[in-house]
């Protein structure tokens, strides 16, 4: 049976409802909305009273579609604040810079006027045209990170589930923005009404903003040996600027012939081609979140021509670099 209390009587906050706003923008990730808002409508299931008002918008008013092909209405079902507590900016990679600027003026206005400002998945774009990651930490995506900064190269995302830095709050997006939102139904109402909120949406337990978003290195290289994660890690930091494999084994304690041993015992691969394969993923990410020419994207993941890169590109995955932007 659902055990509803009023989470106001739980934690001594006032009873006045925390108020947001969603602006919604074309190809935003469904999962990720659904993933913020669904914890509130929980915490309002539980609590038996409006402990959170919510509605969406878009930038023209009109309907939108999610990247799965979802279209959605937006609405106003709640009454429209006029400073509301949060305003959440819910976007994905593909914006036209009129959509990006009009949306940083948007988040921008919200908070000078006061509220607390966040972005889910791709919204970090527009947080950094608002002006409003400098000197913060901030994260989004981990897949968008490298596209990001290659636009922004003064901006330095960090490799966390979400950051809150002051009233900038950001989020990587996915099942992460779950945990956002049960983080800050937590700071409104207390650790044991998020908890039983996160119960309640078959979420157990309440993930700190730290904990990374993706998988460790030694989940990836199926080994905790030490030294081959030192090496993967100096590879995956030096991508365009490419290492000599002896430098790189001296540098993570082991010599070369142990090293090309460990990356065959773990990996079934040379150190030469995991490193290659990580600058190839690289530039695939690239292509993909980024309006670059392929000859830009070869010299940033350390290849000495496009033709090697691409070469090199179409034997991992098939097919040529510039058709991959149409896949």
Request: include cysteine; charged fraction near 25%; proline fraction near 4%.
């Amino acid at each position: 049976m659902l055990r509803a209390f009023d989470p106001a009587l739980t934690s001594g906050a006032d009873c006045v409802s925390k108020s947001f706003v969603f602006l919604l923008l074309p190809d935003a990730s469904m999962l990720s909305f659904s993933a913020v808002v669904e914890p509130l409508r929980m915490a309002n299931k539980l609590s038996m009273r409006a402990a959170y008002e919510w509605q969406t918008v878009s930038l023209d008013g009109e309907p939108l579609q999610f990247s799965n092909g979802v279209n959605v209405t937006v609405n106003s079902r709640c009454h429209r604040p006029e400073r509301p507590d949060y305003a959440f900016v819910v976007a994905g990679s593909k914006l036209s810079s009129g959509q990006e600027k009009a949306a940083a003026r948007w988040l921008y206005n919200r908070y000078r006027a006061g509220a607390r400002v966040g972005s889910v998945d791709g919204g970090a774009h527009i947080m950094a045209r608002a002006g409003l990651l400098e000197d913060r930490d901030f994260t989004l995506h981990w897949e968008d990170q490298l596209g990001f900064r290659e636009r922004h190269p003064f901006l330095y995302p960090v490799d966390r589930l979400y950051c809150e830095d002051d009233s900038v709050i950001t989020c990587g997006g996915g099942m992460a923005a779950a945990d956002l939102t049960l983080h800050l139904i937590e700071h409104n109402f207390g650790r044991e009404f998020a908890m039983s909120v996160s119960e309640l949406c078959v979420h157990i337990g309440l993930r700190q903003g730290e904990e990374s978003p993706k998988n460790s290195m030694s989940m990836m290289l199926g080994s905790r040996n030490p030294h081959l994660i030192t090496a993967a890690r100096i590879m995956s930091d030096n991508l365009k600027d490419i290492l000599p494999l002896d430098l790189i084994a001296r540098n993570s304690g082991v010599s070369r012939r142990q090293l090309e041993r460990l990356f065959k015992t773990y990996t079934s691969r040379s150190p030469a081609s995991f490193y290659r394969d990580l600058r190839l993923e690289r530039g695939r990410q690239l292509l993909r979140d980024t309006d670059y020419k392929v000859i830009a994207i070869s010299a940033a993941c350390g290849f000495s021509s496009a033709t090697s890169f691409s070469r090199n590109f179409r034997r991992k995955f098939g097919f040529c670099p510039i058709q991959s932007r149409k896949v």
